[in-house]
């Protein structure tokens, strides 16, 4: 990560001394001002995402949500304790839902439950940033398909088995891949 | 046509009454949750910060283009239209970016168009790796990540590949 920021970063800014020295600052601070809006328009989702899972860990229904789960969840992530794989199944579930904004503080929750202070990812660790990188929504893309609509498109719809087979066969490659380093590198 | 616009109100209907039912205080309950959503941002936004400028910068200095066309033959082999090619390297830093590209490829080529539904499934069946991975570990000293983002590339350049030759048929 720090090595391709670091590239990266030094190749564009030679790049843009060169071809347009006068405006390479006012990229930098387009570009915070637009993570700086960003997070004004993610706050509100994660505020209601986070306060329903508030409810919803009270109720006890994230506990009954992570024992349903858990055949799945200790395939995938080994053994976790019991406030680890709650959050992992919340996560796992509004990925499926394609509630972005309602995985992303469940996976927090998981990684911060899962961290020791150390500073290597563990296998469950890395993976659940692989399963929410490669993306597990089996419910169809809205954003894209009224993307699509806006730009007049006559068939919108055609999209969802391309995406949803493009989703599930990588998913499963990735998993596999994930067992196999594990085993690897264990010894 | 539109039955997933009522789930998620279902979901959390059902939530409440079933809280209600069980006589959970949901008021506390939810302003508990909702309190860490402002330490989530904070958190978060020095890392998504950094990674926005490093994308900015990308795109503006021309490098992503130079880069895209660079690698289009590559992409070629594999099946992937060159016009994808810059799609597909913005994809894993930054969701926004990447769909004002797929909406740039919207306007040029027709949504209907190959590329076009090719860059959607693209889109739509991968998601953003490099933004994932430091929001995730933003809050933990984790610095090696290991094999997680090599193998999320591979699986997400794989995922393209399969879109642009599954699109082929629908």
């Known amino acids: 990560m720090n090595k391709i920021w670091t590239i990266v970063s030094i190749a564009s800014i030679a790049i843009l001394m060169y071809i347009d020295p006068d405006n390479v600052l006012a990229h930098m601070n387009n570009a915070a001002a637009g993570t700086v809006s960003l997070m004004i328009r993610l706050l509100p989702l994660y505020a209601v995402w986070m306060g329903m899972m508030g409810i919803a860990e009270r109720s006890g229904l994230t506990e009954k949500l992570a024992r349903l789960l858990k055949p799945f969840i200790k395939f995938l992530f080994g053994e976790v304790d019991e406030k680890t794989s709650r959050y992992l199944s919340v996560n796992m579930s509004a990925n499926i839902l394609g509630i972005g904004s309602a995985a992303t503080p469940a996976g927090i929750s998981a990684i911060t439950c899962m961290d020791r202070g150390g500073e290597v990812a563990t296998d469950a660790m890395i993976m659940l940033t692989v399963i929410n990188s490669v993306g597990i929504q089996l419910i169809p893309p809205t954003t894209i398909i009224s993307l699509r609509q806006a730009f007049g498109s006559a068939a919108p719809f055609d999209i969802i088995i391309p995406t949803l087979v493009a989703t599930v066969i990588p998913f499963i490659f990735a998993v596999m891949a994930v067992k196999i380093l594990q085993a690897k590198v264990k010894r | ?170």
Do not use: H
């Open chain 2, 1 to 170: 046509m539109n039955i997933e616009v009522y789930i998620l109100p279902a979901l959390i209907l059902a939530l409440l009454i079933y809280s209600f039912i069980k006589k959970i205080p949901t008021y506390t309950s939810f302003a508990e949750g909702a309190k860490a959503a402002l330490k989530l941002c904070a958190d978060v936004f020095p890392y998504i910060a950094a990674i926005f400028i490093c994308v900015q910068l990308f795109k503006a200095s021309g490098l992503s283009k130079w880069l895209s066309e660079a690698l289009a033959p590559v992409f070629n082999l594999m099946g992937i239209p060159p016009e994808l090619c810059e799609l597909i390297l913005i994809r894993p830093f930054s969701g926004n970016a990447s769909l004002a590209l797929l909406s740039e490829i919207y306007k040029t080529y027709g949504a209907d168009s190959y590329v076009a539904r090719c860059g959607s499934a693209i889109v739509g069946s991968s998601d953003t790796i490099f933004y994932i991975t430091a929001v995730y570990f933003a809050g933990t000293k984790v610095k090696k990540f290991r094999y997680a983002i090599p193998v999320a590339l591979l699986a997400n350049l794989f995922s393209a590949i399969l879109a642009c030759l599954i699109v082929r048929f629908f």
